[in-house]
C-alpha cells in the first residue's frame, strides 16, 4: 500500500513537472501577431458599437479575447504613434510628435544625416514650433530587435512611415518588409500602386506589382499567411501595419455597391465601408490559416488603432463618425485619440470580456514582452505597463497618468497642446495661451462642458503634473 501511494504520489509529482515544463515552452514559443491599422475610428467595427460596418472576422477576435473601451492611441496622428508602438515610449521623449514627411512630400536629410534640430515659424502665428524629426533614430530599441535575438523570425507589411531609406523595418530588427516605407498613404490601392500624375518618389519600392488591379489589402493578408506558413515551425513576430483605411478612399466596386443601399446611424460612407470589410476579411484570412497550421492556442493576436478615426475633408469629405466622441483624427478630444483594441490568446486570456480602465499604445511592447518570456529585456526608457494582470483579473486597476505632446499648428483649427489624463479627469493645455478645457470623462464623454473655469484648483494641479511630465521626458516646447 506504501509502495502504491509513494507510487502515485511520484507519478503526480512527474506529471506536474511535465505540465509546468510544457506550459513554460509554449510560452516561450508564443507567435505574436500586432495589427496595427491607420485611422480606424473607435466606432468602426460591430464589435465595438457600428450599425453599418460589417466586421465579422474582426468581431470573432474580440469574442475570442478581450476588448479595451478605453483604449488610446500615443498621438492623434500617425507617426507618433508607430514610434510609441515599437519602442514603448512617449512620442515625446523619441522626438516625434508629428507625422514624418517623405521625400516626395520635401522630407529629405540635412547634409550630414542627423534629424532636425531647428524651430519653424509660421505667418500670423504666435509661435515657432519644433521642427518634427525625419526618421525614427536607429539607436532606439524596438520590439522587433528584442524578439528577434530571442530567436523570433520577424516580418513587417504594410505602412512604416518612419523615415527613409535606411530607416526601414530592415534596419530596425525586421528579417523581411513587405511595403514598408516612408511613404504615410499608398498611391493607390491598386497594383501597380502607381502615383497621380507620376509624382517623383511616390511610389513603394519594395512592393513590386504582381496582378494588376488587385486591392492592397488583400496582398498585404497573402503577404501575412504566405509569411506564418514559412515560419510555422519556429517562433515569429508580425507586424502587419495595414495602409487601409489610410487616404485615398478607394475599394473594390462590388463591396461599394454592397453599402450604397443602406446607411447606418452615425455611418454612411460605402466607399470606407467596403475598405473596413476588406480589412476585416483579409484579418480572418489570417486567423484561418493559424487555425488550418493549428498555430491560434499558441498565437497572441493584438489590434489596434494609430489614431482617431479620420472625419475628412478635401476629396475625401465624410469619411466617418465618432460619436459620441468629440471631433477625430489629428485633434485632442477622444475622437482623435481613443481606438479600438482587442487582445487574444485563447487558453491564456480570458474570452469575450471587456476590460474599461484607460490603456495607451505604449503598453504593447512590455505586454508582448512578458507573454514572450522577455519581460528581462525591457528597456528603462519604456512608458508602458504591461496589460498581463489586468487581461488575468478584471478588477487590477492601473493607477497612472496618462499624457499626449503635439507641439505643432495643424489645419487652422489645431495649436499647439499638451494633455494629462488622470482618473476621469482630461485637462488640454494649449501652449499659445489659448484657455484651457477640462473634462470629467465618465459624466461628459462627449467633452461639450468645460469646468476650467468652475474648478481652476483642478486645473492648476493637473496642470504642474503635466509641466513636470514634459520636463521628464525632455519634450521639446513651442517658443
Known amino acids: 500500500m506504501r509502495f502504491r501511494i509513494f507510487a502515485l504520489g511520484c507519478f503526480v509529482f512527474i506529471f506536474h513537472c511535465?505540465?509546468?515544463?510544457?506550459?513554460?515552452?509554449?510560452?516561450?514559443?508564443?507567435?505574436?501577431?500586432?495589427?496595427?491599422?491607420?485611422?480606424?475610428?473607435?466606432?468602426?467595427?460591430?464589435?465595438?458599437?457600428?450599425?453599418?460596418?460589417?466586421?465579422?472576422h474582426i468581431d470573432r477576435l474580440a469574442a475570442e479575447g478581450v476588448k479595451f473601451t478605453q483604449s488610446y492611441a500615443a498621438a492623434a496622428i500617425c507617426s507618433p504613434s508607430r514610434v510609441a508602438l515599437l519602442t514603448g515610449q512617449y512620442p515625446a521623449r523619441t522626438g516625434i510628435t508629428d507625422w514624418i514627411r517623405a521625400?516626395?512630400?520635401?522630407?529629405?536629410?540635412?547634409?550630414?544625416?542627423?534629424?532636425?534640430?531647428?524651430?519653424?515659424?509660421?505667418?500670423?502665428?504666435?509661435?515657432?514650433?519644433?521642427?518634427?524629426?525625419?526618421?525614427?533614430?536607429?539607436?532606439?530599441?524596438?520590439l522587433a530587435e528584442l524578439l528577434q535575438e530571442s530567436g523570433y523570425r520577424t516580418a513587417h507589411i504594410g505602412k512604416w512611415h518612419l523615415g527613409p531609406e535606411g530607416y526601414?523595418?530592415?534596419?530596425?530588427?525586421?528579417?523581411?518588409?513587405?511595403?514598408?516605407?516612408?511613404?504615410?498613404?499608398?498611391?493607390?490601392?491598386?497594383?501597380?500602386?502607381?502615383?497621380?500624375?507620376?509624382?517623383?518618389?511616390?511610389?513603394?519600392?519594395?512592393?513590386?506589382?504582381?496582378?494588376?488591379?488587385?486591392?492592397?489589402?488583400?496582398?498585404?493578408?497573402?503577404?501575412?499567411v504566405g509569411f506564418i506558413q514559412r515560419n510555422r515551425d519556429q517562433p515569429f513576430f508580425l507586424h502587419w501595419a495595414p495602409y487601409a483605411v489610410h487616404t485615398p478612399i478607394q475599394a473594390r466596386e462590388e463591396l461599394i455597391q454592397k453599402y450604397e443601399e443602406f446607411e447606418g446611424t452615425h455611418h454612411s460612407n460605402p466607399i470606407y465601408a467596403a475598405m473596413i470589410e476588406d480589412l476585416d476579411n483579409n484579418v480572418g484570412k489570417v486567423l484561418d490559416i493559424l487555425e488550418q497550421l493549428n498555430l491560434r492556442r499558441n498565437t497572441l493576436v493584438i489590434f489596434t488603432s494609430d489614431n482617431g478615426g479620420f472625419l475628412g475633408m478635401g476629396q475625401h469629405p465624410h469619411i466617418t463618425s465618432n460619436q459620441p466622441l468629440r471631433s477625430g483624427k489629428g485633434y485632442p478630444y477622444e475622437g482623435g485619440i481613443r481606438v479600438p483594441t482587442i487582445m487574444s490568446w485563447p487558453g491564456v486570456i480570458p474570452q469575450g470580456e471587456t476590460r474599461d480602465m484607460p490603456i495607451i499604445t505604449m503598453d504593447m511592447m512590455p505586454?508582448?514582452?512578458?507573454?514572450?518570456?522577455?519581460?528581462?529585456?525591457?528597456?528603462a526608457t519604456v512608458d508602458g505597463t504591461s496589460l498581463v494582470n489586468i487581461l488575468n483579473d478584471p478588477g487590477q486597476k492601473l493607477e497612472r497618468d496618462l499624457f499626449w505632446h503635439f507641439?505643432?499648428?495643424?489645419?487652422?483649427?489645431?495649436?499647439?497642446?499638451?494633455?494629462?489624463?488622470?482618473?476621469?479627469?482630461?485637462?488640454?493645455?494649449?501652449?499659445?495661451?489659448?484657455?484651457?478645457?477640462?473634462?470629467?470623462?465618465?459624466?461628459?464623454?462627449?467633452?461639450?462642458?468645460?469646468?476650467?473655469?468652475?474648478?481652476?484648483?483642478?486645473?492648476?494641479?493637473?496642470?504642474?503634473?503635466?509641466?513636470?511630465?514634459?520636463?521628464?521626458?525632455?519634450?521639446?516646447?513651442?517658443?
Open 103 to 142: 521625400k516626395f512630400q520635401g522630407g529629405d536629410l540635412p547634409a550630414d544625416g542627423s534629424n532636425p534640430q531647428g524651430y519653424d515659424a509660421h505667418e500670423g502665428k504666435p509661435l515657432k514650433t519644433p521642427q518634427n524629426y525625419l526618421y525614427m533614430p536607429l539607436e532606439e530599441v524596438t
Open 407 to 479: 507641439p505643432h499648428y495643424r489645419q487652422d483649427d489645431v495649436v499647439p497642446y499638451s494633455i494629462i489624463r488622470s482618473e476621469n479627469h482630461k485637462l488640454i493645455y494649449y501652449h499659445d495661451g489659448s484657455q484651457a478645457e477640462l473634462y470629467h470623462l465618465s459624466d461628459d464623454l462627449k467633452e461639450t462642458h468645460n469646468l476650467a473655469f468652475q474648478n481652476p484648483e483642478m486645473v492648476q494641479r493637473l496642470q504642474k503634473r503635466m509641466e513636470n511630465w514634459l520636463a521628464e521626458v525632455n519634450a521639446r516646447l513651442p517658443q
Open 18 to 56: 511535465i505540465g509546468a515544463w510544457a506550459q513554460v515552452t509554449a510560452q516561450d514559443r508564443v507567435n505574436v501577431i500586432l495589427i496595427h491599422v491607420d485611422d480606424l475610428g473607435w466606432t468602426d467595427l460591430s464589435s465595438f458599437g457600428s450599425d453599418y460596418f460589417q466586421t465579422p
Open 168 to 224: 526601414f523595418p530592415e534596419n530596425q530588427g525586421f528579417d523581411e518588409n513587405y511595403g514598408g516605407c516612408d511613404l504615410g498613404q499608398p498611391p493607390s490601392y491598386f497594383d501597380p500602386y502607381l502615383p497621380p500624375n507620376e509624382i517623383k518618389d511616390y511610389v513603394i519600392p519594395n512592393l513590386p506589382p504582381r496582378k494588376e488591379g488587385e486591392y492592397l489589402t488583400d496582398r498585404e493578408g497573402d503577404e501575412a
Open 367 to 379: 505586454t508582448v514582452l512578458e507573454y514572450t518570456g522577455n519581460s528581462g529585456k525591457l528597456p
